[in-house]
């Protein structure tokens, strides 16, 4: 057991080193970061080739704390808030989008009995198991004919009917007692009052495990909105964290510090409930 746990702090302290290394680099001053990776070229200044010096020193201590790129990112650049609030106005739409969807949808399929249920749920599982990439040319051209390309539509409404979260709130709506829905039946209970008062407070736990896996997956997305959304000035900060200067490496840290704090928030704040609700959402059959 031991050995298994020096084994186990080996790799969580390797998976972290490069956090770690953009938070404390994002302290340092441009000085020191040059001195630390060496010159940085921008491919797209003077067809230089962009690259860091073959010599690198990895610093996980400043010299001297400096609060500069901070400074920059935060107030005296307004392009860096406003793609933050980009991905602010994507993000949390899609996800109360998905959660409601995914719940009524789930309700629907637990409530139901028959073989079409089986069958649209097996497709739904089909659908999830597909990377967005295979479905990108097809949501392409619907939005095309739908008339919403170019805009947030594009990207909004694929997203919030996604299927990943109708599957995994199925499988937990399945554990809730048949016999706590028969007798809320038998008081005089109608089919919404049975969703909106038994099944949802039964759900807690995966509704906040979808909202957690949903934020931080569409919080990092950059193929929809490359591909659905081509105005740099509706962009989020996902893309455009790929897209900062290269000789600016000391904004760069300090830009992905800011963008990894709300869904390192959301996370530890729902933790239990992430865990609870895949571990229930994985042990039901059906």
């Not at 039964?202 to 906040?208: K, V």
């Not at 996370?267 to 895949?278: D, K, N, S, T």
Request: charge should be neutral.
């Amino acid at each position: 057991r031991g050995a298994l746990t020096v084994i186990a702090a080996i790799f969580a302290i390797t998976f972290l080193l490069p956090t770690v290394l953009t938070v404390t680099n994002s302290f340092m001053s441009q000085t020191e970061l040059s001195a630390n990776y060496g010159p940085v070229f921008d491919s797209l200044k003077g067809g230089a080739t962009t690259y860091v010096a073959d010599k690198v020193t990895l610093k996980f201590i400043p010299d001297t704390v400096s609060f500069s790129q901070y400074a920059t990112v935060l107030f005296k650049s307004p392009e860096y808030l406003l793609k933050f609030w980009n991905s602010v106005i994507l993000v949390v739409p899609i996800v109360i989008g998905q959660v409601a969807v995914a719940a009524l949808a789930a309700y629907s399929f637990m409530r139901y009995r028959g073989r079409a249920r089986d069958i649209l749920f097996f497709v739904y599982i089909i659908l999830m198991l597909m990377p967005y990439q295979v479905t990108l040319v097809p949501n392409y051209l619907v939005s095309d004919w739908l008339g919403i390309l170019h805009t947030k539509w594009a990207i909004l409404l694929p997203g919030a009917f996604a299927p990943f979260s109708v599957f995994l709130l199925t499988k937990f709506m399945r554990r809730i007692p048949v016999s706590l829905i028969e007798s809320a039946k038998l008081d005089g209970a109608g089919e919404w009052q049975i969703f909106w008062r038994i099944c949802l407070p039964q759900c807690r736990a995966a509704l906040y495990s979808i909202a957690i896996l949903v934020f931080i997956d569409y919080w990092n997305m950059v193929e929809q909105p490359l591909i659905l959304l081509p105005d740099a000035s509706q962009q989020p900060l996902s893309v455009y964290l790929s897209q900062i200067n290269a000789g600016e490496i000391g904004i760069a840290f300090a830009a992905a510090v800011v963008y990894m704090i709300p869904g390192l928030l959301l996370f530890l704040h729902g933790e239990a409930y992430l865990v609870e609700g895949i571990a229930y959402s994985g042990s039901v059959k059906g």
